[in-house]
Antibody, heavy 121, light 106 residues
Framework: QVQLQESGPGLVKPSQTLSLTCNVS??????????WSWFRQLPGKGLEFIGY???????YYNPSLKSRVTMSVDTSKNQFSLKLTSATAADTAVYYC?????????????WGQGTLVAVSS | DIQMTQSPSSLSASVGDRVTITCRAS??????LNWYQQKPGTAPKLLIS???SLQSGVPSRFSGSGSGTDFTLTISSLQPEDFATYFC?????????FGQGTKVEI
């Protein structure tokens, strides 16, 4: 069974960089065929797509966050990462990683449990 | 970006009720619409992809329909475990976008 697990600091100071890692088990990131994605859910709100990374390292970022986002993949550890620079209180959210099969008719089939990141001094 | 609008934002229902949730896209997305269920404190769960394709293990009381800009999620007979928030999401074009959610309450 495919499992994803987010990890990283639960508290980030304003202006610092929010860094999260998603560890994947039960599937190999290098098998291809999937976009490894990040989302966030602001308190009491809907879901926002942040971007995705392919195992080759190619990326797509939501234009609304593009200037602050970097995603990468570590194939040796079977994990992928998110960095969001210049964090503000508006970035306080539950962050999820998820897998998206590279087929337009697919949905996000496996998700991590989510991790709450608060941006506060 | 494609805007996704769900209605209603919340609804009250009873066990055994037929429940319908609608999702409208700001432009045509063909059939590339997915539905998710989310319970408090947990990640979203994919129920239906490509407007009407039921995911493995999802009860048959869930069904989806629609194409173009208008889509529907139907729960034919609401069960206690179905009380949750439901989101639609378009996979037609990036950035992928979600509806604001519909909370199904008792």
């Amino acid at each position: 069974q495919v499992q994803l697990q987010e990890s990283g600091p639960g508290l980030v100071k304003p202006s610092q960089t929010l860094s999260l890692t998603c560890n994947v088990s039960g599937a190999s990131i290098t098998s291809g065929g999937y976009y490894w994605s990040w989302f966030r859910q602001l308190p009491g709100k809907g879901l926002e797509f942040i971007g995705y990374v392919y195992f080759t390292g190619s990326t797509y970022y939501n234009p609304s966050l593009k200037s602050r986002v970097t995603m990468s993949v570590d194939t040796s550890k079977n994990q992928f990462s998110l960095k969001l620079t210049s964090a503000t209180a508006a970035d306080t959210a539950v962050y999820y990683c998820a897998r998206y099969p590279r087929i337009i008719s697919s949905g996000l089939d496996f998700w991590g449990q989510g991790t709450l990141v608060a941006v506060s001094s | 970006d494609i805007q996704m609008t769900q209605s209603p934002s919340s609804l009250s229902a009873s066990v055994g009720d037929r429940v319908t949730i609608t999702c409208r896209a700001s432009q045509s997305i063909s059939i590339y619409l997915n539905w998710y269920q989310q319970k408090p404190g947990t990640a979203p769960k994919l129920l239906i992809s490509a407007a009407s394709s039921l995911q493995s293990g999802v009860p048959s009381r869930f069904s989806g329909s629609g194409s173009g800009t208008d889509f529907t999620l139907t729960i034919s007979s609401l069960q206690p475990e179905d009380f949750a928030t439901y989101f639609c999401q378009q996979s037609y074009s990036t950035p992928w976008t979600f509806g604001q959610g519909t909370k199904v309450e008792i």
